[in-house]
């Protein structure tokens, strides 16, 4: 948006990260080189259809060998699955170490979205295979799962590192963990809609989405709409009958913690105290029952929009209250809503009719940044990247919630709401 604070300054030139942030290895023994192809491909298994997607036999047959031939480089599925997360695990941590060279928190942020958006524009043009989404590191065994989230988790401690003043304490860092996740959900979320840019405009995407977030969303305090948790709860018991609700709230919990795959109809029964014969008689598969949790996911979205609209009041006031009312539902015991990583369970005819949905959700969340552009009560800010870094901001308050001490963890929905109508540098969070 020409004029915008999303062309906001702070991103410098830099030279590219090092081999270790994703790009295939031209060096290395034979087997080396052909474990990294597989692990290459594999990632995009993983992107397309989930961990527990992932067979053995397709990987083989795109890499040109035999299913037998692949056990020599990976004796299991799983095996095979932490490597792949491995490898994108290293190539954050190097774009982390790269960008924590820069000369304060905000500059170091800014390079990092850079070298981020630098990858991504790489393996969109072709030039490099993609890295495998970390979202489903929970569909991994129980041992790879672990050592994959530990892993993770090292990674959260640098990215936090960023974002302290240097040098920054321990407590300094722990401080800025919850500001850090908010982060890399924001950049991992950018692969459900990078690929609508093209790779030269993704220089400019990087600046804009980074303006956003370091500087919020709002130019001052808004006046917080105090009815949000009642509100949030009035429109969850929109279901009908009740058993109804409860039973997709169950569902939806038990698919986003587990994954589709993962996420039985015995573990689901299990959570209901039904038995699986009661929930075959709602549906005849196992697909339509994750269609449900979709569509019940939409409408409970658009009725929360819905209601915000209906009660007036200025555009700032009606995005403030959106937003946390949105993050309010996924947090609360009403809620959660479907995560996107379900979507890669879907069949792919499926998948385009609950995309074309998610897409007229963020088309209206982005005229809703847009009135308040004009009204002057939101800053000038690309209102398309807007509405993204609000559904992911939506998307991940689960897991943000993770990282918050309980006292601060009883407020979730302002606490994730706040970073991003303020900005993540902003004195007005109580966690920075």
Known sequence: ???????????????????????????????????????????????????????????AERAGMTKANLTYYFRRKEDLAAACFDRAIDAYKAMIADASAAADPEARLAELFR??????????AGEESPLAILSDIRALEETEQ??????????????????????????????????????LVQLFWSAAWSSQYAPDDYPQVARR??????????????GWNGDWARRAKEIAHGDSPDDRAEFFRTATREINRLGFRGASIDRIAAGMKLTKGAIYHHFD??????????????????????????????????????????????????????????????????RAVVLGEWNRIILHLAAMVTEGIAAGEVRAVDALLAAQAI?????????????????????????CARPLLFGVFSEKLPFA
């Open 1 to 59: 948006m020409p004029g915008s604070e999303g062309d906001g300054e702070g991103l410098r030139t830099a030279p590219r990260a090092a081999a270790s942030d994703g790009r295939q290895r031209k060096g290395g023994s034979k087997r080396e080189r052909r474990r990294a192809e597989l692990v290459a491909i594999a990632s995009a298994e993983i992107n397309e259809h989930g961990v527990r997607g992932l067979v053995l036999a397709d990987v």
């Open 115 to 124: 070298l981020y958006f630098d990858q991504a524009a790489r393996v969109q």
């Open 146 to 183: 672990e050592r994959a989230v530990a892993r993770y988790g090292e990674m959260l401690l640098a990215a936090a590192a960023l974002l302290a003043p240097q040098p920054a304490s321990e407590g300094e860092i722990l401080r800025s963990v919850p500001r850090a996740q908010m982060i």
């Open 209 to 222: 989405l980074f303006a956003i977030l370091a500087r919020g969303l709002t130019p001052g305090e808004p």
């Open 285 to 350: 598969t196992k697909d339509a029952l994750l269609e449900a949790c979709f569509e019940r996911s939409f409408a409970h979205m658009w009725r929360i929009i819905r209601a915000a609209e209906a009660d007036g009041g200025s555009p700032q006031g009606q995005l403030v209250t959106v937003i946390v009312a949105l993050v309010a539902f996924q947090t609360g015991d009403e809620g959660p809503f479907l995560r996107d990583t379900a979507l890669t369970a879907l069949r792919s005819e499926r």
């Open 391 to 415: 559904s992911a901001t939506v998307n991940a308050a689960d897991e943000i919630n993770r990282f918050l001490p309980e006292n601060l963890a009883r407020n979730i929905a302002e606490l």
